[in-house]
């Protein structure tokens, strides 16, 4: 029987194994964590995001540049696709009101668990603890893994790499791939953090007095860019939702220019003249935070970040103070370190694979998942497209085999 081994117990790595454990092969999982699933599992902590109900064609652009590599596999198993699968699986999900798709339970344990359960009745094994170190004298079918009964050799007919990314370390995904597969003259580019917060230089008293508040209904503008929702200052900088839909551009812009300067409009909802008509009113024995308070309910975080970034002298200014509320100036110094994001772009070119995920230097080895170089905004983009090129890369296995 053949000898499939597949490097990696995440989305990509079980997708690809649910593929090939429909044929008469022998299927083993690797993992060097203790137990399967655990980014995916973490994933699952505030609500597991599966994917997004979007229109396809939207659904797509999320990809951005990779978007053209990515669509093959996305169009053989979209959204709609993954909800049935997941339905077979006994998973029930529903559409959020913005459209993101989540299973009813929320949480990623019982998905994990059924679909476990499934693949091993089906066959698969799993080998856990099992680290993988490369290969033997550069021979793509002699695995070398580092287990706790010292090194192991092991054969296989083909191999899916599902490896992960580099955020999130102590969940198994190191990117310490990247310098095997670099050694082996493959085109890999460099892991960078996608959807990730950044460094901004606060003075003491604004970190010591706001880190750790949210920063409710503003709206984020850099370049193009316009969203509104939620942040969190933090120690360091700035983190959330709204910061991370916005994080590929403005780390791109970071490394050209050094920094990036984004605009937060603290009153979304309101128009400048507006604001400048309340602020203009004679403020009489009013302290200026009474008088703000008073007249725009602005205190707290806001009024804290205004007075971070606004010359004093402006303070009395009700046509700058305006201005600075509908675009306050955050520079952002540079992105927070990889291990801390929720994702990372950067990964095997896909000039390295053909359309079967395959590596062109390297017959017999596939490659699935987060590890390949693309990236993508929360909403469930990102696992699914982990479960697609899984799936592909599946598929990918058992075409080669046959043409063999
Ligand atoms: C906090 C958090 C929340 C997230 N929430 C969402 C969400 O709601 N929706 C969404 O779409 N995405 C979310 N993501 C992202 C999503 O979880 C990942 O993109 C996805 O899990 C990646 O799947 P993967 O199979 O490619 O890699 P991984 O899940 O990282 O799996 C790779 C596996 O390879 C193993 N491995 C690595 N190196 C070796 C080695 N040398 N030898 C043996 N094994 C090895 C690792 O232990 C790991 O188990 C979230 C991520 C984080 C960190």
Known sequence: MQKIAIIGAGAAGLMAAEILSQSNIDVTVYDSMPSVGRKFLMAGKGGLNISHAEEFETFVTRYGSRQHNLAPYLNAFTPTNLREWLNELGIETFVGSSGRIFPKEMKAAPLLRAWLHQLRSKGVHFEMRHRWLGWKNNDTQKLIFDTPNGEKLIFADAVILALGGGSWARLGSTG???????GQGLNVETLQPSNCGFNVAWRDYFQQRFSGQPL?????????FQQKGELMITEN????GLIYAASSKIRDEIFKSGNAIIQLDLFPDKMTDELFTKLNKPRGKLSTSQFWRRQLGLEGVKAGLLREVINVDALNSANLVCETLKALPLKLLAPRPIDEAISCAGGICFDELNNDLMCKKMAGIFCAGEMLDWEAPTGGYLLTACFATGRAAGFGVLKWLNEK
Request: hydrophobic residues 50%; without cysteine.
């Open 176 to 182: 310490a791939w990247v310098s095997i597969l670099r």
């Open 216 to 224: 409710k209904n503003v709206r984020l503008i850099f370049g193009k």
């Open 237 to 240: 900088g700035i983190e959330g």
